[in-house]
């Protein structure tokens, strides 16, 4: 059985920086790359939802005894697999699990304009993946 309380958590964490991010989003690309605070703060906010989407999917695969996946990417396949998320949606989350990896571990440069088109294009996956999950658990 999952552990709602650790759900909630985490997808309040995803909900106050994706509030915060939602205001990145009315800037232009000049705004963005103006301002030297907007820029790392984006990253900051996305890594931080995307490990929360990956800690909620690992809680949920372990308890649900889907596997035991060795990377982000496997854990992207077996929630879309058990159709926690639209497995149309799948390519999307496992570009958020590169994107953390490249964060974190500085693989490569991610420029500003890169990020600028995360927060304009993607961060709506974030709200269909809370509400998968609330249907599911809650």
């Given at each position: 059985?999952?552990?709602?309380?650790?759900?909630?958590?985490?997808?309040?964490?995803?909900r106050k920086h994706?509030?915060r991010i939602?205001?990145?989003?009315?800037?232009?690309?000049?705004?963005f790359?103006?301002?030297d605070?907007?820029?790392?703060?984006a990253?900051?906010?996305?890594q931080v939802m995307?490990?929360s989407v990956?800690?909620?999917?690992?809680?949920i695969?372990?308890?649900?005894?889907?596997?035991?996946?060795?990377?982000?990417?496997?854990i992207?396949?077996?929630?879309?697999?058990?159709?926690?998320?639209?497995p149309?949606?799948?390519?999307?989350?496992?570009?958020?699990a590169?994107?953390r990896?490249?964060?974190v571990?500085l693989?490569?440069?991610i420029?500003p304009?890169?990020?600028?088109?995360?927060?304009?294009?993607?961060?709506s996956?974030f709200?269909?993946?809370?509400?998968?999950?609330?249907?599911?658990?809650?």
């Amino acid at each position: 059985m999952v552990d709602k309380k650790k759900l909630r958590h985490k997808i309040q964490v995803i909900r106050k920086h994706k509030e915060r991010i939602e205001k990145l989003e009315e800037l232009t690309l000049a705004e963005f790359k103006n301002d030297d605070l907007y820029e790392p703060a984006a990253v900051r906010m996305l890594q931080v939802m995307v490990e929360s989407v990956l800690d909620i999917c690992s809680h949920i695969i372990a308890r649900e005894g889907w596997g035991t996946p060795k990377t982000f990417e496997e854990i992207i396949q077996i929630v879309a697999e058990n159709e926690l998320i639209d497995p149309q949606k799948k390519e999307d989350f496992q570009n958020m699990a590169r994107f953390r990896n490249r964060v974190v571990h500085l693989y490569d440069p991610i420029s500003p304009e890169e990020i600028f088109k995360i927060i304009q294009d993607k961060t709506s996956a974030f709200d269909f993946f809370i509400s998968q999950v609330v249907k599911k658990y809650f």
